[in-house]
């Protein structure tokens, strides 16, 4: 095992087009490390940058106490599972797995022993004469792990390694892997697009955008602290509402105007003088929303709209709603069904809100506790 430690690191492609922008990460040493973000932002670039598949433009790469920014991948001692499980075709389920160590020259009855160890953990004890054609994705994807796993690497790199396989598929590998990392206690860096994959597996959560980290921290810090409209944004299904608003700052007290749920007397801004006036996007995620004039809070306040869109789920139920010519989503109890077209009343906790400054996209703060 071993720590990752990315000090300033910039990918520069042709065309002076930036996929990694300055980027510092301490990876801890036997943490489960998850890189988010959409398409295009850096995380699989980054991925590639510590796996030595990619050189960096400037910056530095530790792994371990080992500067390895020049090093040859093989040299890194990490092992990378991919998107399309890249097996050999021609080889056996066996052979997939024993070809590295192989090349390592390892005594045959080591490389026996990392392959019966393996196949055991993963449960594919009984696939090790096939060839991948003759497996299901699910299958494949366990021999792609056991082929990283009997190699004992410092460092597991995973390049979005789920995303082939069909949703309930995708669930129980992610499952899989939780319980896998538990029992190894590797390094693990692992890059998806999903943010619900983020949530559930990470111990880290560093979400990207544009090569750039916009916040790392705890899963539920991250959901519950976002520093900055896209996280905010990014992190939770439904996404977060967004209005738009003003929030005027007084020496006594700001006050968020102009949106449909008229949030007032935050408190105090921070770092906002007194007499400013700011354009800003009040957000609330749609699961603090309840259906009802019903009490959520100590500040509640209330809006009627008409019912769009009913999405039953079972235990729960998205709806959407046209308040005031604005679009507002909902993540409201299974048994609660609203019919399409009736008119409603939804109700909110104004702590629950979230204010970002409409120019930066940076979270205002108060000096309050209500945001």
């Known amino acids: 095992m071993a720590s990752v430690q990315i000090e300033g690191i910039t990918k520069k492609f042709a065309a002076g087009v930036v996929a990694v922008n300055n980027v510092s990460l301490d990876v801890p040493d036997g943490k489960f490390v998850i890189l988010v973000g959409p398409s295009g932002c850096g995380k699989t670039t980054l991925l590639r940058l510590i796996a030595g598949l990619e050189s960096a433009s400037s910056g530095r790469i530790k792994i371990g106490d080992r500067d390895v920014t020049g090093a040859r991948p093989r040299d890194r001692n990490i092992a990378m599972v991919f998107q399309s499980y890249a097996l050999y075709p021609h080889m056996t389920v066996r052979r997939n797995m024993s070809f590295a160590l192989e090349l390592r020259k390892l005594p045959e009855d080591e490389i026996e022993n990392r392959i019966k160890r393996t196949s055991d953990i993963l449960g594919i004890g009984n696939l090790l004469n096939r060839q991948p054609k003759q ?66 597996m990470g111990q880290l959560v560093v979400v990207m955008k544009d090569g750039i980290i916009q916040q790392a921290g705890e899963p539920l810090e991250i959901y519950h602290n976002p520093q900055n409209r896209f996280v905010a944004e990014f992190i939770g299904s439904p996404a977060m509402n967004f209005l738009s608003g003003r929030l005027v700052v007084t020496p006594e ?66 709806i ?31 702590r629950r809100f979230f204010v970002f400054d409409a120019r930066s996209g940076e979270r205002v703060t108060f000096l309050t506790s209500q945001t």
């Open 135 to 200: 497996l299901s994705g699910g299958q494949r994807q366990r021999v792609a792990l056991g082929r990283a796993i009997v190699r004992e690497p410092s460092v597991f790199l995973f390049d979005e390694p789920l995303s082939n396989l069909d949703a309930k598929l995708r669930t129980t590998m992610r499952s899989e892997l939780i319980k896998l990392h538990n029992r190894l206690k590797t390094t693990v860096v692992y890059v998806t697009h999903d943010q619900v994959e983020a949530m559930t």
């Open 253 to 318: 007290y700001a006050e968020v105007i102009d949106t449909i749920f008229k949030l007032r007397r935050l408190g105090t801004s921070s770092g906002i003088p007194a007499g400013s006036e700011v354009s800003v996007h009040l957000g609330i995620r749609p699961e603090h929303l309840a259906l009802g004039d019903v009490a959520v809070g100590s500040e509640r306040i209330a809006i009627e709209g008409v019912v769009e869109v009913v999405e039953p789920l079972g235990v729960e139920t998205i």
């Open 320 to 350: 959407e709603v046209i308040c005031s010519g604005t679009s507002i989503v909902a993540r409201v109890p299974g048994e609660e069904l609203p019919r399409i077209g009736e008119r409603i009343v939804l109700s909110a906790d104004s």
